[in-house]
Nanobody
Framework: QVRLVESGGGSVQAGGSLRLSCAASGYTLSGACMGWFRQAPGKEREVVAGRYTSAGVPYYADSWKGRFTISHDNARNTVYLQMNSLKPEDTAIYYC??????????????????????WGQGTQVTVSS
């Protein structure tokens, strides 16, 4: 059974930092297509960042480029999202997702979210002004 478990969310003041973790069990993140997504209250889910853990350049949505960094640790089977210079508009539930069928490109899944097979339960991030 595959599980993705996010952690690291919390409440911070604007300008602060958080590091989210996405730990996988029953699935190897090495060589996997990964994504971080968020859903703010009353809004649709949107992509924040993504990467193919074996190679390639990470993807960042424009709103978070330069402030957020996606990374992974194969030994810990964990993907991270380092969030710096947080703003109140970053408040949302953040989700990680993994694994895309070989019929799709990893990059396409950052647009067509349903192509990800596995999702975590989410972790709340609240940024106060």
């Amino acid at each position: 059974q595959v599980r993705l478990v996010e952690s690291g969310g919390g409440s911070v003041q604007a300008g602060g930092s958080l590091r989210l973790s996405c730990a996988a069990s029953g699935y190897t993140l090495s060589g996997a297509c990964m994504g971080w997504f968020r859903q703010a209250p009353g809004k649709e889910r949107e992509v924040v960042a993504g990467r193919y853990t074996s190679a390639g350049v990470p993807y960042y949505a424009d709103s978070w480029k330069g402030r957020f960094t996606i990374s992974h640790d194969n030994a810990r089977n964990t993907v991270y999202l380092q969030m710096n210079s947080l703003k109140p508009e970053d408040t949302a539930i953040y989700y990680c997702a993994a694994d895309v069928s070989q019929q799709y490109s990893c990059r396409s899944a950052w647009t067509f979210f349903s192509r990800f097979r596995y999702w975590g339960q989410g972790t709340q991030v609240t940024v106060s002004s």
